[in-house]
């Protein structure tokens, strides 16, 4: 499992970001994970698109999941089956937005892998022959920032970028009825909480993990809130 791993995702994202790294004029590292992370969440946009669509549709379909359970509280099987055809008919499944989230889990474990200790010089001997290798690697970004050590500021930048994320993917939830409000209050509550405790996480996370992986999370944190920014603009546009 763990050669399959070194195979299929740290030797790819590694040999990719030493062959940016490598055709920068400043062969700056930072600007190369940059470069790196947008290039990831381009290839992940066909899976991202279809969450934020989820999740968008989950939020809209809440006032008639209340009914659905208020209407059929007495039969648990009813209330399934009914539940299952809503989502049908709205193309919904929740479960499908957890997709993107899996992919990118052993995505930022190779970041972690490649800066931990994949920019040390004895790891440049897992690049691919076809590529350049670089004598050294200046694990610096702007001259400021060692990638490879962990950087508070930075963990602190992507736990804000977090948070600005969440709370705009959370918005503002569509009016529900009367008999549905317990319920709508709940589940209010609960994403209030992952708003919040998720910056928390970042930070907590962020504090010991190396700066370049850090780098990457900002990165691609900002690239999904402008994900999100126009794709719901784009939603609410649509007649």
Known sequence: MLELFHTLFYLPLFNLLIFLYTILPMQDM????????????????????????????????????????????????????ETMRLYKENNANPASSCLPLLIQLPILLAMYQAFGKGLQADAL???????????????????????????IPLAILA?????????????????????????????????????????????????????GVMLYWLTGTIMMGVQQIAQLKKSNSTP
């Not at 969440?41 to 006032?63: D, G, N, S, Y």
């Not at 690697?137 to 001259?143: C, D, L, M, P, V």
């Not at 994403?191 to 998720?198: A, C, F, I, T």
Request: cysteine-free; glycine content about 4%; charged content about 25%.
């Open 30 to 81: 930072g600007i190369a994970i940059i470069l790196l992370t947008i290039l990831v969440r381009l290839m992940l946009w066909p899976l991202t698109k279809k969450q934020i669509a989820i999740q968008k549709a989950m939020k809209e379909l809440q006032p008639k999941l209340n009914e659905i359970k208020e209407k059929y509280k007495d039969d648990k099987i009813k209330q399934g089956e």
């Open 159 to 211: 736990a804000i970028a977090q948070f600005w994320q969440a709370k705009m993917m959370v918005g503002a939830r569509p009016l529900t009825s009367k008999d549905g409000a317990k319920d709508e209050a709940f589940q209010a509550a609960l994403n209030n909480q992952m708003v919040y405790m998720m910056p928390i996480l970042t930070v907590f996370i962020g504090w010991k993990l190396p700066a």
């Open 125 to 151: 001997i897992d690049v691919y022959s076809f590529i350049s290798k670089p004598d050294v690697i200046n694990t610096q970004f702007i001259t400021l920032i060692d990638l490879t050590k962990p950087f």
